[in-house]
């Protein structure tokens, strides 16, 4: 510790305890928090709690981690966010990662009551942090009716700042001077315009060096109105204007008839009063192609919400029916169990009881198939929701495999596992990852003669875990493979079949795969037998985590 010089009075600093300093922080329409080198909050002001209605004092906040605090702050709805709506914990662990970065940046985020704040943060240096939470809305508003004007307006229009850098333009605007249709904010004014001269995209008349060298000079206290054509034969007129604050305004108008009437009048010399006449007339014929692709749009909005309606109802057809067909099937398998087993007395006839037997089986049949029909129509519509968690493959292998030995030893088959001895984590909901190995394993043991075999395997492989199941069936021609993925669809006669398949439990398997970030891959030789791989990602994996971000 430094020693004190004679004459000076040592003047002891005082933390964020304080009572005056924090009574002045108290004060700030901002909010303030400080977090330590372990992400701990040492210090909120009261405008924290106030835009946050979960924290009812600041005292019990002190000591909490970051993640715990925007946990608590998702959980509670003061978040307009899909993702804190659905994962609160997700959204917290993001939250808790962009904090970690230490980005200047600032970010922002929208509360549930309508209010958007800015929030930025700062490193101290000891190792912690330093967070201001602005209230943003007025300036969001503002830059939102901004930039709806912008786009509305019926000429490409751009603005840049004193120092000659995109501050905002509309799409009219961009498509013109960017390659991809896309201008960054932030890009030189030189830049752009040289870019988009250099690709051919702007055609001045004349020496395009030299009509480069006039636009720069004009800008930006003169101001300057100039012409070119454009790759396409269009012409444009680019009227530059200064603002009161040094900005510059830039408006792009499609002169394109303008020009091509004036090279008409040039032409025909005295015939004014004719080219006037065509002039309308194409004016005219502006109008009505406008009223006709008006008309156009109409209709095809109109058609796209009949056939999203034709959608709907197809859904909510197959929904009803199959419900409806549930009922008298359940009736119809139960009264042929009874008949089965006897339970009210003999039969009095041993084909009778054969002939249940098939009833029973075939009510089975037909009850799995109106499941798959009603899995099937929720994936369509969009209503499969999933909740994705860390899961066990191996357990959820074992299971499956467990849960199909009795089928498959009644059919002659042998199942067997190729497990690794230690967990494999996953991030899948358990119970669609169940669906897809179950409808993989079914089909597997339906097409496998008696004595073949069906193998259920699993690795990792590169942030994915692949499960594999494998039969010693018939076998598909390589010509039947595109097709098999799809909706009822099946191989031809190739397959010995001992039982009818609705051609549906690939096509879930495919589409539960998929809702789960992951791919299936289908192999097949005849003669040998068909291997199905499913690959689901791994929990922690890079990939996986970019995804669910």
């Not at 201008?183 to 752009?192: T, V």
């Not at 419900?323 to 041993?350: C, D, Y």
Request: negative net charge.
């Amino acid at each position: 510790m430094a020693a004190v010089q004679p004459g000076h009075t040592p003047v002891e600093h005082s933390g964020f305890s304080d009572a005056r300093i924090a009574a002045a922080f108290d004060c700030l329409r901002v909010a303030l928090t400080v977090f330590d080198r372990d992400d701990r909050l040492i210090y909120a002001n009261e405008h924290f709690r106030y835009l946050y209605p979960c924290f009812k004092r600041i005292e019990p906040l002190l000591g909490l981690g970051f993640e715990e605090i925007a946990l608590a702050i998702a959980r509670d709805g003061d978040v307009d966010d899909e993702t804190a709506q659905r994962d609160p914990a997700l959204w917290a662990r993001q939250r808790l990662a962009e904090h970690r970065s230490r980005a200047t940046k600032a970010r922002e985020m929208r509360l549930s009551n309508g209010r958007s704040l800015q929030i930025k943060e700062r490193k101290t240096p000891d190792g912690g942090s330093v967070l201001l939470w602005v209230d943003i809305t007025d300036a969001v508003r503002q830059r939102l009716r901004l930039e709806d004007a912008i786009n509305g307006a019926s000429d490409g229009f751009a603005l840049w700042s004193r120092s000659d850098r995109l501050m905002a333009c509309n799409d009219r605007f961009a498509r013109l001077f960017a390659a991809d249709g896309k201008l960054e904010p932030g890009i030189a004014y030189d830049r752009a315009m040289e870019d988009a001269v250099e690709a051919g995209r702007v055609r001045p008349i004349g020496d395009a060096r030299l009509w480069l060298e006039q636009l720069l000079s004009g800008r930006p206290e003169l101001g300057i109105r100039t012409e070119f054509k454009t790759d396409d034969h269009r012409w444009f007129q680019l009227t530059e204007t200064p603002t009161r604050d040094g900005s510059v305004a830039s408006v792009l108008t499609d002169i394109t008839a303008i020009k091509a009437s004036e090279m008409e009048l040039r032409r025909r010399g005295g015939a004014l009063e004719r080219s006037m006449r065509e002039m309308e007339a194409a004016r005219t014929l502006l109008h009505q192609k406008s009223t006709e692709i008006a008309a156009a749009n109409a209709e095809l909005e109109a058609a796209r919400i009949d056939a999203e309606g034709a959608n709907a109802y197809k859904t909510s057809f197959l929904r009803s029916i199959t419900h409806e067909l549930r009922t008298p099937l359940n009736a119809i398998m139960g009264f042929s169990e009874v008949l089965e087993t006897q339970k009210m007395g003999p039969l009095g006839n041993a084909k009778y009881i054969e002939y249940v037997g098939i009833i029973r089986s075939s009510g089975q049949h037909l009850l799995s198939l109106i499941n798959q029909l009603l899995d099937l129509s929720r994936i369509e519509a969009g209503r499969m929701d999933l909740l994705r968690e860390k899961h066990d493959a191996v357990e959820i292998a074992r299971y499956c495999a467990d849960m199909l030995q009795a089928t498959a030893a009644r059919g002659g088959v042998a199942v067997g596992m190729e497990l690794p001895d230690q967990p494999v984590a996953v991030h899948v909901d358990v119970l669609a990852t169940r669906q897809i190995l179950l409808n993989l394993m079914s089909n597997a043991i339906k097409f496998t003669p008696d004595g073949g075999r069906v193998t259920l395997a699993l690795q990792p492989a590169e942030g994915f875990c692949a499960f594999s199941v494998s039969d010693t069936g018939a076998g598909i021609a390589e010509e039947d493979l595109p097709r098999l993925m799809q909706p009822f669809m099946q191989a031809g006669d190739i397959l010995t079949r001992r039982d009818k398949g609705s051609g549906l439990g690939l096509a879930i398997a495919k589409a539960l795969t998929e809702l789960q970030d992951g791919r299936i891959e289908l192999q097949s030789e005849l003669g040998v037998g068909t291997t199905v791989r499913v690959f689901l990602p791994l929990f922690g994996a890079p990939g996986e985590q970019t995804k669910a971000a």
